[in-house]
């Protein structure tokens, strides 16, 4: 059974850094598409960036925030910089594909997620 671990939420004020893990195991499991996801209460799940043969990322992250992999350790990170009070939220990590034909925003995308890492950022 495929397992997501997130790490490395917190509490920081604005333009503070936070960089997020996501360990996936078994390391037998191999996967080239793995994403991060946020939700904030009373809002949709949405995709903050992803990671394939390149990486994608939200308008509202572009240059604040970077995706990156270890396969090595079977990890993929999220680099969080200038961090806002509006990238408060629960973030999730996503990998393997279940949906081929969806855009790699879409949470329906993918096949396995984690249980998710708090992130709250103060003004």
């Known amino acids: 059974q495929v397992q997501l671990v997130e790490s490395g939420g917190g509490s920081v004020q604005a333009g503070g850094s936070l960089r997020l893990s996501c360990v996936i195991s078994p390391n037998t499991y191999k996967t080239n598409t793995m994403a991060w996801f946020r939700q904030a209460p009373g809002k949709e799940r949405e995709g903050v960036a992803s990671?394939?043969?390149?990486?994608y990322y939200a308008d509202s992250v572009k240059g604040r925030f970077t995706i990156s992999q270890d396969n090595a350790k079977n990890t993929v990170f999220l680099q969080m910089n200038s961090l806002e009070p509006e990238d408060t939220a629960m973030y999730y990590c996503?990998?393997?594909?279940?949906?081929?034909?969806?855009?790699?925003?879409?949470?329906?995308?993918?096949?396995?997620w984690g249980q998710g890492t708090q992130v709250t950022v103060s003004s």
């Open positions: 990671i394939t043969t390149r990486t």
């Open positions: 996503a990998a393997g594909v279940k949906d081929y034909w969806l855009p790699w925003s879409h949470p329906e995308k993918y096949r396995n």
